[in-house]
């Protein structure tokens, strides 16, 4: 009986592991959408998963089956069709949506304070728990 529970016990997390990995896997590019250059769809992959889907929000427009990422999907192979570089790719998409469609948006003027606010709260936490501390002693 306790090998049986044993099987079980390490069956379940495996299964479930195994389901998570194969799940992430599955992409939302359709057949007709994928380009005939092996060359130019790596690309137009590689750029997808940098973008973020606009109405899901936490999925790269690889990712998601909303309609509006069907649409920038279609519009990034158009730009590399038309020769555009990858920059070229996401300052085009940056400059109409701005840098919120990037899963990585870029350390800026305009964002600095997203990028420095966890280690002010790090450091004033760290801060608090050693005042308190010693205070109490």
């Known amino acids: 009986m306790n090998r049986l529970k044993l099987k079980e016990f390490i069956l379940i997390p495996v299964t479930l592991f195994l389901i998570q990995i194969l799940s992430s896997f599955s992409f939302a590019v359709e057949p007709d959408e994928i380009l005939k250059n092996s060359k130019q769809e790596l690309r137009a992959r590689n750029i997808s998963k940098n973008v973020r889907c606009m109405v899901c929000q936490n999925q ?3 990712e998601s089956n909303a309609p509006l990422a069907k649409d920038l999907r279609i519009l990034i192979r158009d730009k590399i ?3 555009k570089k990858d920059e070229e790719i996401y300052k085009f998409l940056t400059d109409r949506y701005g ?3 990037l899963l990585k948006p870029p350390l800026n003027s305009r964002n600095l304070i997203l990028w420095l606010l966890p280690f002010v709260f ?3 936490g760290i801060y608090v728990v050693f005042y308190h501390n010693k205070k109490s002693t």
């Open 60 to 62: 790269s427009i690889d």
């Open 81 to 83: 069709k038309e020769g």
């Open 99 to 101: 840098d919120f469609i």
């Open 122 to 124: 790090l450091i004033l």
